[in-house]
């Protein structure tokens, strides 16, 4: 790939533990490689230091998202819905997110996770922001509150998309691009068989670092410099160059994140 290509990662957990032991090294190859962007989402108010710290050490490549991630929504839903809403306040953010719901772990806090979703994308609204969504196992739920919040100024990611065609269509009926990282490689990832259905221009890219990594990788720790498979892997399903993916992608990118 062409040494200037930029490559965008929508979605990483750069702060996460797994990369305490080598996380300058790991962000230097993904730059290395030309993965140059990364987007930060928040999970809880625990991480959000550990955000801030990262955006200072790394200013022109680091940008930080704020939310509530639904598998964090427990009883004290409405103290961190709280802090986020005091963080947003405070400084600026380039999405509202990861927010949405997650029936796949725990369905008791199903009507809190609705809350907390329905309340942030308001926010989202609000402050003129994306919102990066995190769905699993509730593609009906997730729909049901986009459907009765659409608007115009709605607009944002469905981050680790893994539904149907049909899923696809629906969500970016929504004013949402897809987001794409490991599973696309995998052989029961599915999505594989219809994204070239899907005009490049809904598609982002994404790792979610430290989870999902693609083959050859798939099992181990993921990291944002493993892009570049996700890339090869959609250049092969699209019939294009590598440099048409990482260039689009990094455009909608902008298209959606402002910067």
């Not at 200072?56 to 998202?65: A, I, S």
């Not at 709280?82 to 999405?95: G, I």
């Not at 049901?144 to 049909?166: A, P, Q, R, V, Y």
């Not at 993921?222 to 992608?249: F, H, P, Q, R």
């Amino acid at each position: 790939m062409n040494p200037t290509t930029i490559i965008t990662d929508t979605h990483t957990h750069l702060y996460s533990e797994e990369f305490d032991q080598d996380r300058g090294e790991m962000i230097q190859r993904a730059i290395d490689a030309g993965v140059s962007r990364f987007f930060i989402p928040a999970i809880d108010a625990d991480c959000t230091q550990s955000m801030y710290d990262l955006e200072q050490k790394y200013p022109d490549n680091v940008f930080l998202m704020m939310g509530l991630h639904p598998t964090y929504v427990k009883d004290n839903y409405l103290d961190e819905l709280k802090h986020v809403e005091t963080e947003l306040e405070k400084r600026k953010f380039y999405a509202v997110g990861e927010i949405g719901i997650d029936l796949y772990w725990d369905k008791t806090h199903l009507k809190e996770q609705q809350i907390a979703f329905r309340t942030q994308i308001q926010w989202a609204k609000q402050y003129k922001l994306p919102i990066v969504i995190h769905c699993r196992d509730a593609f009906d739920e997730i729909f049901e509150i986009l459907e009765e919040e659409k608007s115009d100024d709605l607009f944002g990611i469905f981050h680790c998309f893994t539904g149907t065609h049909e899923q696809a269509l629906q969500a970016i009926s929504y004013n949402m691009k897809l987001g794409i990282g490991g599973v696309v490689t995998f052989k029961n990832g599915k999505i594989d068989q219809f994204l070239n259905q899907i005009d490049l221009k809904h598609i982002v890219l994404e790792t979610d670092s430290p989870y999902l990594a693609p083959i050859p990788f798939r099992g181990k720790r993921n990291e944002s410099s493993y892009l570049l498979n996700v890339v090869s892997k959609l250049a092969d399903i699209y019939d294009v160059s590598e440099e048409e993916i990482a260039a689009v992608t990094t455009q909608n990118s902008k298209d959606v994140f402002g910067i």
